[in-house]
């Protein structure tokens, strides 16, 4: 069982619609992180979060929107997404920001998302 | 640009046997080498980790040898067992990372386990 837990697990939504990806995490982690996932590809990071606030965008465009509204909670709000927006989208979270070898990342199970 | 780099996709292994999974780097200032393991449909799971200031490092039957002079590293499984057969991701940390928690991976191997 994922001690990171994210929802949906599916999506799949227009390319004019609004959504929100959920992540939560109750281990008392202090950084939480957004990866992408294409098929067969290693997970990209997308976003780091550190004691709630934003540290890491790696240019990501504008479309996909993080929030970090406390401690446990990270999500993604997604609008007027293209169809290579599709993937498997991961959230992580770290004890402190340091997500190397003594301070693993540990992942949820992902959001598949399909975009039409 | 990889500068984490597994190349080989695939390994397959009979039951019992030893799995090597090899990886590749061109940062000599990486911190830390991580494995992580991942089924389909589920996230990647940490198995193992290693500081770059250390040349092993064992848990159970997963055991990490990094050659730093080779930019090299690798992830033993003895004995492998079916449930072993996933994707294995290396993963580096990058120097000035340690509070940021930026993590460079590599492409991935699929690790199949026969009975």
């Known amino acids: 069982d994922t001690e990171v837990t994210q929802t949906p697990k599916h999506l799949v939504m227009g390319m004019t619609n609004k959504k929100s990806l959920k992540c939560e995490q109750h281990?008392?982690?202090?950084?939480m992180y957004w990866y992408k996932q294409k098929a067969k590809k290693p997970p990209e990071l997308m976003f780091v979060y550190s004691y709630e606030k934003l540290s890491i965008n790696e240019s990501v465009p504008s479309r996909f929107s993080p929030e970090c509204p406390n401690s446990s909670l990270l999500n993604l709000h997604l609008h007027a997404l293209q169809p290579e927006d599709s993937a498997l989208y991961l959230c992580a979270s770290s004890q402190e920001g340091g997500g190397g070898g003594d301070q693993p990342q540990h992942f949820g199970d992902g959001t598949r998302l399909s975009i039409l | 640009d990889q500068q984490v780099k597994q190349n080989s996709p695939s390994l397959s292994v009979q039951e019992g046997r030893i799995s090597i999974l090899n990886c590749d780097y061109t940062n000599s200032m990486f911190d830390y080498f991580l494995w992580y393991k991942k089924y389909p449909a589920e996230g990647p799971t940490f198995l193992i980790s290693i500081s770059s200031i250390k040349d092993k490092n064992e848990d159970g039957r997963f055991t990490v040898f990094l050659n730093k002079s080779a930019k090299h590293l690798s992830l033993h499984i003895v004995p492998s067992q079916p449930g072993d057969s996933a994707v294995y991701f290396c993963a580096a940390s990058p120097p000035g990372s340690g509070n940021t928690g930026k993590l460079i991976f590599g492409q991935g191997t699929t690790l199949q386990v026969k009975p």
């Open positions: 281990m008392g982690h202090r950084a």
